[in-house]
């Protein structure tokens, strides 16, 4: 299957999950169903047998690693830069919503259709939910003195399925300890689809979009920018020019970076009563603006 196959299904994939919200034919509960059913058990369990499966030497593969997290640094400078007259919140919830990408609902599945390996999308889902949300939830506790005990939110962040999972699978590769055939079968099904059901749910979440004027501003603009367009480039230059990355690594570096803000930097900033109708709208923006850029990404890779 090549490029623009893929990418026809994947955009095929989306665009019924779209038709099927603006037909309304899944209430509120039903597309809630959809989420909890892909968030709390169809990705982590998708997540648990690749991380299970693969090969630690290419699994943990550490000049992806170093360019991942020095291409969120030179965003966070960026933004930094931009915001610096904003109070400590405030630009940490735009940092956040500008380098922050959604993994599981956009860049495994997009990686598993458009080169046929989810393994990149896995590790930077790691890196996100076991290093940079932790590290950003604390330093937002410690300015808001709104979060008592920040071990035991990082604690909550980490035990839940979306990351205990792959964490699970690294663990039980490490050991090389196999479960019985019949756990590892059990999980391996309900993980199969996850791929095809994030990218309908992303779908749906795209039908259910509407944008207000007065909610559009140009502080918007330049994030929006910075995530779905300046993301992926110094992501690859970084890839490229600095850690060598190329091929898959390379591709998949600078995919990953073009992906939209991930919907749970929303909820925190809700949690913290912090920009919460701009990271709302950001999140819508940069969701449907990623699918722009990410046909930009595609034609560059044929």
């Known amino acids: 299957m ?15 999950g779209i038709a099927c919200q603006r037909k309304g034919l899944f209430n509120n509960s039903q597309v809630e169903g959809f989420e909890i059913f892909l968030f709390k058990i ?6 648990f047998s690749s991380t299970l499966n693969h090969d630690l030497r290419v699994l943990i593969h550490s000049q992806y690693i170093f360019s991942y997290l020095l291409s969120f640094l030179a965003i966070t400078i960026i933004v930094f830069s931009i915001f610096s007259k904003d109070n400590a919140s405030s630009i940490s919830l ?44 604390a330093i937002l506790s410690f300015i808001n003195h709104k979060e008592k005990s920040i071990p035991r939110k990082i604690l909550t962040v980490i035990s839940s399925p979306l990351v205990a999972m792959p964490i699970l699978g690294l663990l039980c590769n490490y050991l090389e300890f196999t479960p019985p055939q019949v756990i590892t ?35 918007l603009l330049f994030m929006v920018g910075i995530k779905n367009f300046i993301h992926p480039l110094i992501a690859f230059f970084i890839g ?3 850690f060598k990355l190329d091929g898959y690594w390379l591709n998949a570096l600078v995919i990953s970076a073009s992906a939209p803000t991930a919907f749970i930097i929303y909820i925190i900033a809700k ?13 819508a923006i940069t969701s449907i603006s990623s699918l722009i ?10």
């Not at 169809?42 to 997540?47: Q, R, T, V």
């Not at 850029?293 to 044929?302: K, Y």
Request: charged share 5%.
């Open 94 to 137: 735009k940092i956040l919503a500008s380098g922050y990408v959604n993994s599981a609902i956009y860049t495994v599945p997009i990686l598993t259709y458009l080169l046929g390996n989810p393994v990149a999308g896995i590790l930077g889902n790691i890196l996100q939910v076991v290093l940079i949300q932790p590290i950003f939830i």
């Open 185 to 219: 079968m059990t999980i391996q099904n309900l993980g199969s689809s996850a791929s095809s059901i994030a990218l309908f749910t992303f779908g749906l979440s795209l039908g259910s979009i509407q944008f207000s004027k007065k909610n559009i501003d140009r502080n």
């Open 42 to 47: 169809a990705m982590p369990c998708y997540l």
């Open 240 to 242: 490229k020019y600095i």
């Open 2 to 16: 090549n490029f623009i196959q893929s990418l026809f299904i994947i955009f095929a994939i989306i665009s019924i």
């Open 293 to 302: 850029s990410l046909i930009l990404i595609t034609l560059m890779l044929i």
């Open 271 to 283: 949690q913290f009563s912090i920009e919460q109708d701009m990271i709302k709208t950001t999140v």
